[in-house]
């Protein structure tokens, strides 16, 4: 079987803030019990952090935590109460 490629299109805003969140997660113990129960996903989960981190020019400017503040902000607004039940579990 031949692998197919995909491609997943995320916004300036949701890469800045996954890429963030990927850098905060990955290697924390409960990050990793959770991804070792299928090792697979380290192979996705590795190449879209990667992809993130080497693209991202924002990770390097002065003023990085005002705009993952900012894309935070932004996407929760976009959200609306979508994201209510995860805060509240």
Do not use: C, K, N
């Not at 490629?5 to 905060?24: K, M, N």
């Not at 981190?53 to 959200?79: I, N």
């Amino acid at each position: 079987m031949v692998d197919r490629e995909f491609t997943i299109e995320l916004t300036q805003d949701q890469a800045l803030v996954l890429s963030d969140w990927l850098d905060r997660v990955i290697g924390t113990a409960e990050f990793d019990d959770l991804v070792g129960e299928d090792r697979a996903v380290w192979s996705p989960l590795h190449l879209i952090a990667g992809t993130l981190e080497t693209s991202l020019v924002e990770v390097f400017m002065p003023d990085y935590s005002g705009r993952l503040d900012a894309a935070r902000e932004r996407l929760l607004h976009t959200l609306g109460e979508a994201d209510r039940s995860v805060d509240e579990s």
